[in-house]
């Protein structure tokens, strides 16, 4: 008697998936690729549609409408004229409409030649229009790093003073060397205020694999030789971590100056505790 209950169960949970199986496959609706239609649509590539709609590769779709393919923009053709900048860099806008590095943290490039100042802000997919500010005698620089090292053929872009006007250079950075590499950048403007370097310009910015658009910002300065157009090594003012350059709220800090902070203080409590342990030791003395 058990046995023959067992087997009625079993043979009812069958009837059961079928049931739902038959349900699913009826309606004159496709099932594709974990894809629900409805009213007779055909969907495939996880695509969700209704009301007689067919919709592809992930788009949603209704009302009879096809939906539009998304599209980005195309990477920018590479022109390096230098044309006058007319109003200066500041930080008008930061943390709302464009994301800013600076070393000091709150410096302002429209007050202070001695602010290094990277600002990005994305126009389109992986175009930005960037500004760099700061102050050498030869040129300021800004890199993007795919990655929390510099120095792996990593975007640069060099801003140098020549003969008291701008120019500009693309290059790439490897082992703490610049060399220079034609990338997609446009309308570039500049200008040389005493010391202070400000350009602006389009860039369209490596392609990143894992992340979208996260990049260890750096700003650096070094020697130019207006005569042959020679970069000298850059010396890096301003290094922070891997940050998303399509958000203006992210904060970006500049570990360089963390770590010499840090470094401050270690010092600190090692010159304490070694004073605590002298007078310790002469404390025993006079016992």
């Not at 969907?43 to 980005?72: D, F, I, L, R, W």
């Not at 923009?73 to 004229?81: D, E, G, H, K, V």
């Not at 309308?187 to 658009?213: E, L, N």
């Amino acid at each position: 008697m058990d046995n023959r209950l067992v087997l009625l169960t079993a043979l009812l949970v069958m009837l059961s998936w079928m049931s739902v199986g038959t349900y699913a496959a009826t309606n004159g609706t496709a099932l594709t690729n974990g894809t629900v239609a409805t009213n007779g649509t055909t969907a495939t590539n996880g695509t969700a549609t209704t009301n007689g709609t067919a919709a592809a590769n992930g788009t949603a779709a209704a009302n009879g409408t096809a939906a539009p393919a998304v599209t980005t923009a195309p990477p920018i053709t590479p022109n390096t004229t230098v044309t006058e900048l007319m109003t200066a860099i500041n930080r008008a806008d930061c943390g709302t409409g464009q994301l800013c590095a600076a070393q000091p943290s709150d410096c302002d490039p429209s007050t202070s030649s001695s602010c290094f100042f990277l600002a990005a802000k994305q126009s389109s997919g992986r175009n930005f229009d960037i500004g760099l500010s700061g102050e050498s005698d030869g040129y300021i620089a800004g890199t993007l790093s795919l990655d929390n090292i510099l120095g792996g053929n990593d975007a640069t872009y060099v801003c140098a003073n020549k003969n008291g006007v701008v120019q500009f250079f693309g290059a790439v950075l490897n082992n703490g060397t610049l060399t220079l590499k034609e990338l997609p950048v446009d309308s570039v403007k500049g200008k040389i205020t005493g010391k202070q370097i400000q350009c602006t310009f389009s860039a369209t910015v490596p392609a990143q694999i894992t992340r979208a658009s996260q990049f260890a910002i750096a700003i650096s300065t070094g020697t130019f030789n207006s005569s042959t157009d020679a970069l000298g090594d850059p010396s890096t003012q301003f290094k922070s971590p891997l940050v998303n350059l399509e958000n203006p709220n992210t904060t970006v800090t500049n570990e360089l100056a963390t770590n010499t902070s840090s470094h401050a203080i270690t010092i600190q409590q090692s010159l304490t505790q070694a004073l605590l342990f002298t007078v310790g030791v002469l404390g025993l003395t006079v016992l």
